[in-house]
Every structure is written in C-alpha cells, then in structure tokens.
C-alpha cells in the first residue's frame, strides 16, 4: 500500500477525530483565559517597577554588573597582552605607593646599602616603578614566590652586585617569614638563610670570575693585575652546584682592570695591557668566554639535572664628572628617561654578549635537562641613575669615595627581584593574584 493511498484510506476517520480535537482546544483555552490575563498583569507590574528603579538591588552597584558582563573578555587580553610583552623594554613612571619595606624595617639589610642611616635625605627615588611597554608588571609577591620555592635552595653566584641583589630578596621577603641565618664567613661574601615554615634557603656563594682567578702579588704587594685560566672553575661555587635548584649568576664588574686570560697553558690575551705579541681582549671578550665557560660547565655536571640557571645581565654604573677614584660622584635624584641613555653604549653590548651566550646554553640545555633564562636589568638601570649609595655608605675604608657602582636598599634594585618572580612565574605555571598569566 503506497503512502497516497494509505491517506485517502484514513481521511475519514482523520477528520472524526479532528472535530473532537477542536471541541478539546475551546475547553482548554477557555480555561487559560483567565491565566494569561493574570501573567499579563503581573509582567505589567514587574516591568513598570524596573523603569522606577532601575538598579532594584542596591548590594549590587548598576556598573558592577557591566563590569562583570565584559570581565571575562577583559581578562583575556590582559592575559595575551602580559605574554607577549617584553617586561624588560619599557621606562620608569612615577609611582607614590613607594617601597614594601624600609631600611629600619628590615633587620638584615647591610650597613653599606642603608642610605637613609647615612645621611641621605631625598626619598624621591622610591617613588618610581619601572613599566614597560604594552603591560604592567606586577610587584613582588613574597607569599606566592614562597609557593614556588618550596623546599628548594637558591643560590646567588656571583661579586657584591649579587649579594646586592640578593639582600634586596632578603628584605622582600622577611615581609612574609623571618630568615634565618645559618653562616656567615669572616668577610661577609658567602652567607646561608633558611626559612623554616617554607623550607627554603637562600645563599651567596662568591665569585669574581665565576672561573678561577688569582691577584698577582709583587714584593708582597697586591697589583690589582689577575690572571684567569679558563680551563679551571671557581671552586667556591661549583662544589654547591648539585644541591642548588636556582643558580642565579652575573659576572662583569671585576673585569675593568688588567687581566690575563689563559687555557691550559696558553696565553689567549690580556684585557688593558697593550703588551706586545699580546693578543688585547675587551672588556666584553673576555666577560663572554668566562661565562659560556661557566655556563658549559652547568650543562655538563651531571648531578645537575632539573636545576634552573638564571643570568642577571650587567647593571651599569653611573660616575660622572670622572671615576671611582678620580672624583666621579652619582648624585641625581630622578630616574633618566629614554631619551638620556645611550642605546649603543658599551653597557648594552657587554648585556648583549650575555644574552648571547645564554641562548647558546639555552639550546645545548634541551638534551641536558637544563634550562637558561635571563633576568635582563640593564635597560631599567641604565635610566635608574638615582639608585646608587653616592656618599651615603660608610665605608671606612674608603671614605670620600662614591659607590656609583652597587644600589641603595630599599630602591630601584628591588625591580630585579620583579624581574625574577616573573621568570619563575614562567618556568613553575603558578602565578600570583595579581597576574593571572605571564
């Protein structure tokens, strides 16, 4: 039976049913009638109430609720904008929230880095934060980089700039748990806090070269003249290395003297000597060879696996109207904008050298189990002129003598450690509750 057929068939008994069909549709809708009347005056009601009062739940503000309508896609492109934002490229902005801690605040700030003890009065400096361009970036966070290093030992290896940069994390941190010191040799250069309720411990381990090196002595006398031998590592850190889970190194400030740079034993060239039949090395050469030294051996101790190293680039000085020793002092009180620095200078290209050399270690690493990351600070400190000590330090041992060099704490030092939360942010996925993304 073929379906036209099969319609023809039941078109009587179809239209049967339908006529009691209809009689069933009056009964139904009489009875609603009097419903919809009533839903009609109540949606009448409701919506004349809304055009009086418009926002009818005062607990929750009317911007608030548009606020939280467009939050979701808001937060999507600060995400994308923080990941692929450059938080090394940017400028210092004015800032009057000021430091998150004080020199009288922090018990383990050292004698040498307290400016405001020794006399200096402007406190200006304090009230810039560095931004850079297209993010912001967000400030040090002790309780949620305490959850990244867990358990975990941090070590600094590097001359007094890293001990520089590693009491400015002291002083951040003591914000959360009080550190503990565990040694401290006669010098003060190799030093060793723990802190107990997050079981982490935070250490300098010294080093000029970061290979070994020692000062030629001439009739009993220091020369100020060092020879390096690059086939030979700096044995006060490299013993360390395997119970360390981040190795933050610098190397550069030591090397603006002459030098000898040997291998085995060959003389591969002196930095300020201008001997004959001496090949002359830079600055930067012989800064460059020392550290991708230093950084080979990482990725070759192979009791090292999982460890994390981390290159500060150089932080400059800022001596004007001569040097240390010629009467060159640091006395500004505001940070140097974009247009004050010199973009091709040689602080830049010793910075770059750095860069390159660990993005060489960076790719050997991958087969190692080893990663390299960069804490690039010399573009931010190049403007950060208003930093330094100057004459606000109290050395005995050099009185009249600017410190050009190392930085006031607290000051625009603390950036670094910025800087370094970032990076681990990156490396561990946990993030901070001011940055849902990095």
């Known amino acids: 039976m073929n379906k036209y057929f099969s319609s023809h068939f039941h078109q009587d008994k179809v239209t049967v049913h339908s006529n009691r069909t209809d009689q069933r549709c009056l009964n139904i809708v009489g009875r609603l009638v009097p419903v919809l009347l009533l839903s009609s005056i109540a949606a009448t009601t409701i919506f004349s109430f809304y055009l009086i ?38 400028t210092w902005i004015r800032d009057f929230e000021g430091s998150r801690y004080t020199n009288s605040s922090c018990v383990t700030l050292p004698e040498s880095k307290n400016c405001f003890k020794h006399g ?23 309780k949620n980089f305490f959850e990244m290093v867990r358990g975990n030992k941090m070590a600094f290896i590097g001359d007094s700039v890293a001990k520089n940069h590693m009491d400015s994390l002291l002083c951040l941190l003591s914000l959360e748990e009080m550190p503990k010191e565990i040694y401290r040799d006669s010098e003060d250069r190799n030093m060793i806090w723990h802190f107990p309720n997050h079981d982490f411990t935070l250490m300098i381990l010294w080093s000029r070269f970061l290979v070994a090196g020692e000062e030629r002595v001439i009739n009993g006398t220091s020369s100020g003249t060092y020879d390096l031998h690059l086939d030979k590592m700096d044995t006060n850190w490299t013993p ?43 600055v930067g050469a012989a800064i460059g060879m020392t550290l991708r030294v230093a950084l080979d051996y990482i990725n ?70 080893k990663s390299f990351r960069i804490v690039d600070v010399t573009k931010a400190m190049l403007m950060g002129a208003d930093g330094h000590p100057g004459v606000f330090w109290d050395n005995k041992y050099m009185k009249g003598y600017s410190d050009c060099v190392h930085w006031c704490l607290p000051g625009p030092i603390d950036v670094w450690n910025d800087f370094l939360m970032a990076i681990l942010e990156r490396r561990t996925g946990i993030v901070s509750q001011n940055m849902s993304k990095i």
């Not at 200096?120 to 002790?142: I, Q």
Request: include cysteine; charged fraction near 25%.
């Open 300 to 369: 070759g101790c192979w009791g090292c696996k999982g460890i994390a190293t981390i290159v500060r680039t150089f932080s400059p000085a800022h001596f004007e109207n001569g040097s240390w020793n010629t009467g060159g002092r640091c006395n500004r009180t505001s940070p140097l904008g974009k247009q004050d620095i010199n973009m091709s200078g040689s602080e830049l290209e010793l910075r770059n050298i750095q860069v390159k050399e660990v993005k060489r270690a960076k790719k050997a690493g991958e087969k190692h189990v």
């Open 53 to 90: 009062y418009p926002n009818p739940f005062p607990g929750i503000p009317k911007h608030e609720l548009q606020v939280q309508h467009k939050s979701l896609s808001i937060q999507t492109h600060q995400d994308h904008a923080i990941l692929n934002c450059d938080l090394f490229a940017g």
């Open 240 to 282: 360390n290395l395997p119970t360390i889970d981040y190795a933050i190194i610098s190397n550069a400030h030591w090397f603006f003297r002459p030098i000898y740079v040997h291998k085995r034993d060959k003389l591969v060239g002196c930095v300020f000597c201008n001997e004959r039949n001496v090949t002359n090395l830079s």
């Open 120 to 142: 200096r009065m402007d406190k200006g400096f304090l009230n810039w934060r560095w931004k850079p361009e297209g993010c912001d970036l967000p400030r040090f966070d002790p």
